[in-house]
């Protein structure tokens, strides 16, 4: 059975900066896409960033680029998602992603599993 479980979510002011982790277990991870989405409400899931089978190739999303980190440690199945300068619209349920070695990997319905989410809140 294959879980993801993020964590490290919580409530910061803006500017500050957050670490979100995921967990994954039921799969063989160094050999899957992980990605990061998110969903304010009232608006779709969006991506974030995703990070390639071998931590080699990352993408991020023009919200997220210059102010987010993805890295994953194969070793530990864990993805990470570090995320600074924080502003109030990156408040947003956090979801972690996975699917098998790919290269496409903005397109969240092209994900097989994914995590329950994690709740950021950026605060004035």
């Known amino acids: 059975q294959v879980q993801l479980v993020e964590s490290g979510g919580g409530l910061v002011q803006a500017g500050g900066s957050l670490r979100l982790s995921c967990a994954a277990s039921g799969l063989p991870f160094s050999s899957y896409t992980m990605a990061w989405f998110r969903q304010a409400p009232g608006n779709e899931r969006e991506f974030v960033a995703s990070i390639s089978w071998t931590g080699g190739t990352t993408s991020y999303a023009d919200s997220a680029k210059g102010r987010s980190t993805i890295s994953r440690d194969n070793a530990k199945n864990t993805v990470y998602l570090r995320m600074n300068s924080l502003k109030l619209e990156d408040t947003a349920v956090y979801y972690c992603?996975?699917?098998?070695?790919?290269?496409?990997?903005?397109?969240?319905?092209?994900?097989?599993?994914w995590g329950q989410g994690t709740q950021v809140t950026v605060s004035s």
């Open positions: 992603a996975a699917k098998p070695r790919s290269l496409t990997t903005m397109i969240s319905r092209t994900y097989d599993y």
